[in-house]
């Protein structure tokens, strides 16, 4: 008789009531059953954190009042009850601090990105995560859909012969006026330095466009020419981006992000070209791959379950048969199930396979930082040069 596999016990802080990205990693993290929610620190604010837990089935005793207590708590309990992985949803300031309390009390971390408000910080987190030997994962959802890895499989396979250009772009509207101004919460701390980091869109959405052109490219952005712009004269952050990029191997890039694009949604879109041909995904059409020769007519790739010309690890990542969409909700659920078959495999080290972790993380503050001194400098080209690792201290 096959023995049932134990749920593996999360815990979140944030994603109280009316947070819109704590429901999406509760539904994402559902979506597969490999995950119980046992706890939570879900708001500052007592009615909302209680009414949370009480809405998700929590016994009062486990909505902790912050996550420090939560982390005390949680490590008292017997082995059996306490929460394994600990999920972070909150603003960007405590992203880094809340991660590196939970992996040194011995839990796995799944977080929101971006990993830290700085470099500095990242860094000093890389460090916690690999003497730690606990899984750390960032939820860059795009990441997660199986056309963007179809697409990065056939560059690998040559299908589009030696890669040339990548052009990526993430224009959004919700910004085209002062919401923060009108009471919109998560715009108000995304205009906030101190709790977004320096980066306004090119942080928020431009990470995503960035992490998104190097692992369909397979290959890193060594430098970068960025203009940045803030249209809304009320805000202290960008909400506009462009920039050049050049990248390890040759291949020349564009990167657009904006968040004043009036009336557009979530139209995250990557075209990359080589010299025998090219191919073109759409966030808002994610099934759908388009292939484009230099001698053949366009062909568009669909996903589904059993199509024979989709490489492993897409095919891999669906759960239906073509013609019936997956999305975002899929796509991070793809995250949360390599996360647990880490897990569940005791992995050696701090990487789940299949998962965004601390590296990708540094490179995106990395790719923050220095589009931000390039904007503000006199030099054409700004060098992106992530820190080296360090070695570990412990035994």
């Known amino acids: 008789m096959d023995v049932p596999v134990a749920?593996?016990?999360?815990?979140?802080?944030?994603?109280?009531?009316?947070?819109?990205?704590?429901?999406?990693?509760?539904?994402?993290?559902?979506?597969?059953?490999?995950?119980?929610?046992?706890?939570?620190?879900?708001?500052?604010?007592?009615?909302?954190?209680?009414?949370?837990?009480?809405?998700?089935?929590?016994?009062?005793?486990?909505?902790?009042?912050?996550?420090?207590?939560?982390?005390?708590?949680?490590?008292?309990?017997?082995?059996?009850?306490?929460?394994?992985?600990?999920?972070?949803?909150?603003?960007?300031?405590?992203?880094?601090?809340?991660?590196?309390?939970?992996?040194?009390?011995?839990?796995?971390?799944?977080?929101?990105?971006?990993a830290a408000l700085n470099l500095a910080e990242v860094v000093a987190l890389r460090t916690v995560v690999q003497d730690r030997k606990r899984l750390y994962g960032l939820a860059h959802t795009y990441l997660g859909y199986p056309m963007v890895w179809q697409a990065r499989q056939m560059v690998r396979d040559g299908a589009i012969g030696t890669l040339r250009k990548v052009i990526v772009e993430y224009p959004?509207?919700?910004?085209?006026?002062?919401?923060?101004?009108?009471?919109?919460?998560?715009?108000?701390?995304?205009?906030?330095?101190?709790?977004?980091?320096?980066?306004?869109?090119?942080?928020?959405?431009?990470?995503?466009?960035?992490?998104?052109?190097?692992?369909?490219?397979?290959?890193?952005?060594?430098?970068?020419c960025a203009m940045l712009n803030t249209h809304?004269?009320?805000?202290?952050?960008?909400?506009?981006?462009?920039?050049?990029?050049?990248?390890?191997?040759?291949?020349?890039?564009?990167?657009?992000a904006s968040q004043v694009c009036a009336g557009e949604e979530n139209p995250l879109k990557i075209r990359v070209y080589g010299d025998k041909g090219g191919l073109e995904w759409r966030q808002e059409e994610p099934s759908s791959l388009i292939h484009r020769s230099l001698d053949q007519p366009m062909r568009v790739l669909r996903s589904g379950v059993g199509q024979p010309w989709l490489c492993e690890a897409a095919t891999q990542r669906m759960r239906l048969p073509a013609g019936h969409p997956e999305g975002y909700?899929?796509?991070?659920?793809?995250?949360?199930?390599?996360?647990?078959?880490?897990?569940?495999?005791?992995?050696?080290?701090?990487?789940?396979?299949?998962?965004?972790?601390?590296?990708?993380?540094?490179?995106?503050?990395?790719?923050?930082e220095a589009a931000i001194a390039n904007h503000r400098g006199d030099t054409k080209w700004t060098d992106l040069v992530c820190p080296p690792r360090t070695r570990s201290t412990q035994p």
Not at 234 to 255: C, E, I, P
């Open 7 to 114: 749920k593996i016990r999360i815990g979140f802080v944030g994603g109280g009531e009316g947070a819109f990205i704590g429901q999406a990693h509760r539904q994402a993290a559902g979506l597969d059953g490999h995950f119980e929610l046992v706890c939570g620190a879900f708001s500052r604010d007592t009615r909302n954190n209680q009414s949370t837990g009480a809405a998700l089935g929590l016994q009062s005793s486990r909505c902790y009042s912050d996550w420090q207590q939560m982390l005390d708590a949680e490590c008292a309990l017997p082995a059996e009850q306490r929460m394994e992985l600990l999920i972070i949803v909150t603003p960007n300031h405590l992203h880094a601090p809340i991660a590196a309390q939970a992996l040194q009390a011995g839990f796995h971390v799944f977080s929101e990105k971006p």
């Open 329 to 368: 909700l899929e796509a991070m659920a793809n995250l949360y199930g390599d996360f647990a078959t880490a897990i569940r495999s005791n992995v050696a080290g701090h990487e789940a396979p299949g998962v965004p972790g601390i590296d990708v993380g540094l490179r995106g503050m990395a790719f923050i």
């Open 172 to 224: 959004q509207g919700w910004l085209s006026e002062d919401v923060a101004g009108q009471g919109n919460k998560q715009a108000g701390w995304r205009d906030r330095p101190e709790h977004s980091g320096l980066g306004g869109c090119i942080g928020d959405i431009g990470t995503h466009a960035f992490s998104l052109a190097e692992f369909v490219a397979d290959q890193q952005v060594t430098q970068l």
């Open 232 to 256: 809304v004269a009320t805000r202290q952050l960008d909400d506009d981006a462009a920039m050049l990029l050049r990248m390890a191997d040759g291949a020349s890039g564009v990167l657009i």
